[in-house]
Structure formats: C-alpha cells, structure tokens
C-alpha cells in the first residue's frame, strides 16, 4: 500500500485496502462554509436527529461573503448561527479568514487523520500530512450525523521534483505549471504524493499554495509524503527537475492555460489581487511588501491586499507590512475569501484584467464574464501593479535585490 492507502486502511479499520475498494471511513474534522454550509444544513435537519457526531468535530467558519453584500447573504450567515447555538458546533463569524487556513491555526489534525469539507479546496490540508476529501453538502450533513464517510479508494500517483528553484520562481509557479503539464482534470477522483528533495525543503506556506491548487488538476487528496515513510506502490510516478520550472502564469478561461510568464509582458492590467487560501499568508505579503516599498501602484490599477486570516493580518500590522502597502496605493480588505468567490469586494467589469494569487480564472469568476484573471505568484503580482502590465518577477526590482532592502 502507498501512505494514502496505509491511512485510509487505519480509518476504515482495515489491515489493508487497495484502490477500487469501497470502504467507510471515521472522520476526525468536518467543515464547511456559508455558501455549503447551510445547505448541508438543511440536508441535516432533514435526517431528523438531535445532535451532531461530535461537536467538537464539526465546524463552520463564514468568509465566502463576509461582511454580507446582499440580504441573501446575511441570511445564510443566520442560518448557521442558528445551527451553532442549538447544536453546540463551532461557528468562526467575525471574519477570522478563510475556512482552510483558519482550520491550519485553530484546528491542528495529527498526521494521516482524515478531514472533509464542502469546499473543493479542502485539499489545501494535505499539505501538513491531512487526509482531506472535498464533498458535496449531502455527505457533509451525513458524516454531521455519523462521523463517517464512505468512499471509493482512489487510485495514487507521484510527483516527484528534485533540485532548486531558480530565481524569481516560488511555490505557485511550481503548481502553475503542474497544472499546465497535466491540465485541469490529469488527475480526476485520483490521489496525487508530492515527492523529492524541493518538495521536502519547501516551508509550510509553500505546502499549501501547492496543495491547495491539486484540485485544479482534478485530484481527490493532495498530500505531501513522509520523508520517514515509504511512498508505497502508485499508479505512476511523475518526476521533474525543479530548476526547469519557470515563473508561470495561468491565462483565461482555465488554471490549465500556463505560459511562461515572459510571453504575456505588456498585457495590460486594471487589478490585483494579493490573497485567498492559496497565497494569502504572511510570506506572501512579505513577498509583495519587498517590491511595493517606496513603489506606487501605477495610475488605472486597483491593488487588493487580503489576509487568509485575522492572525496574518495581525502580522501584518506589527511587521509594518500594511503602511507599505497603503502608501503605495494598495487597498487592505478584512480577512475572508474577497472577490476570489466572484461575490464582493472588488469585482471586475467587462473589459477589466486581472494578475491574482487566487486559483481559479474561469469566465466570470471574479465578476463579469468578460472581465479576465490571470493567476500568478504574489511577487509577479506585485511587481505588476508597478508596472501596469504583466511583467516577469525581476522588471521592477532585480531579482536578488530585495534582501536589504526593508527592516521589520
């Protein structure tokens, strides 16, 4: 067995399981949020019973739409706050962030535990060795009652990269252009190991930007493997070398249009957006701080600066990273998921282009079909809204020439 399989086994209770198997798992965590929240809501009451698994294993956190835009909105945050009090879950509703990386702080899962969540970017916990499955609010509301799931087990391949990084290419690159080799359904109701010596040496913010993103390329669990354990037996092993990678960007309608970012320079911009679950944590907006110190954004772009979570954003704060960002003309918005969801707080009108950090660019995502989002990494983001179009990392300040530059 591979170390899915190995931690599938235990929580199904198995000496063995291989994939094709159906087995019914023990859940140690399940969240949602206040778009699927509270349609597994109703789909809970609807089984007709009084309490939940364990109220301590459930969890709903609102940052799809939060402060509420519309009235339609507030009421979903109702409906959960109403759950909250008569069921005992808890409930983050002050805008503490966005659900993956509030349950990253607040809700540590040892090693192989298994997490689901209705939200198709569950898989962001794979970064720290969680086994999380994205699910629809119907089997959210039955593992709400039973604190089990039932699955298929998924057939397993591995990435391997081995070497370093060059210059001016970072973690998102690295997904970006996965995503683009394999395209956005490679790996479809598959389970994807991230392997090899990059792999094993990235930080933990780096872990989940990649991790968050392997549902892009169609994957059901994506999981960073135990360097102490063996990999086991997969479908396929995918090796590359990590110096081949290049700074990347994914280009409209989908995250699997990868180019080199090189070929889109001079492709005006009107926004960007600096955040999300996918690269909205402090070393990404250290990242941007370093290009926007003493720099202005450039005249006709609107620059969005979104923490993952109240604790990031307090960071901020006391790192000085948000006077930077002011001052270069920059807009900081509270914790939460931002125009990512395409619900508010800077929407893009027909005709507007878009660099972000976020991790879907489909028509219409982010406001107008029209409007257009291109994906790339914090310091290529930053370095654009200098520039006003799209530009590789290194145009506007030398790759290099960052390290001295500010004192936190």
Sequence with gaps: MNQIERYLAAAAGKDE??????????????????????????????????????????????DHIIPAATVEAKVLHNVLREFSREYGVKLYDKGEG?????????????????????????????????????????????????????????????????????????????ILHLI??????????????????????????DKMTISNMGIEMGSMISYFSDPAQPVGTVKEVYTFQAEDIPASVACPPNPGIVVKAEDLSATKISQVVIGSCTNGRLSDMLAAAEVLKGRKVAEGVTLLIIPAS????????????NRIFREAGG????????????????????????????????????????????????????????AGTIVPPGSVVPLGGLANELEF
């Design 180 to 205: 683009g080799y394999f395209g956005t359904a490679g790996f479809t109701d598959q389970g994807v190991i991230y392997t090899g010596s990059l792999m094993e040496h990235l930080t933990m913010d």
């Design 17 to 62: 399981v291989h994939a094709g198997d159906d087995i019914t798992v023990k859940v140690d965590l399940a969240i949602a949020h206040d778009i699927t929240g509270p349609m597994a809501v109703e789909q809970f009451k609807k089984i007709g019973i009084s309490q939940v698994f364990d109220n301590q294993k459930v969890v709903f956190v609102l």
């Design 310 to 321: 109240v604790d990031i954003a307090q960071q901020m704060e006391d790192q000085g990273l």
């Design 331 to 386: 807009m900081i918005t509270s914790p939460g998921c931002g125009p990512c969801f395409g619900a508010h707080m800077g929407l893009l009108a027909a005709g507007d282009v878009a660099v972000s950090t976020t991790n879907r660019n489909f028509p219409g995502r982010m406001g107008h079909r029209e409007g257009k989002v291109y994906l790339a990494s914090p310091r290529l983001a930053a370095e654009s809204a200098v």
């Design 98 to 174: 966005v659900i993956h990386q509030v349950i990253a702080e607040k809700h540590p899962l040892k090693r192989g535990s298994i997490l689901i969540g209705a939200d198709s970017h569950t898989c962001t916990a794979g970064a720290y060795r969680v086994l999380a499955i994205p699910v629809g609010a119907t089997e959210l509301a039955a593992t709400m009652a039973t604190g089990t799931l039932d699955l298929e087990v998924p057939e397993v391949c591995e990435i391997c990269i081995e070497g370093q990084l060059q210059p001016g290419v970072y973690a998102k690159d690295v």
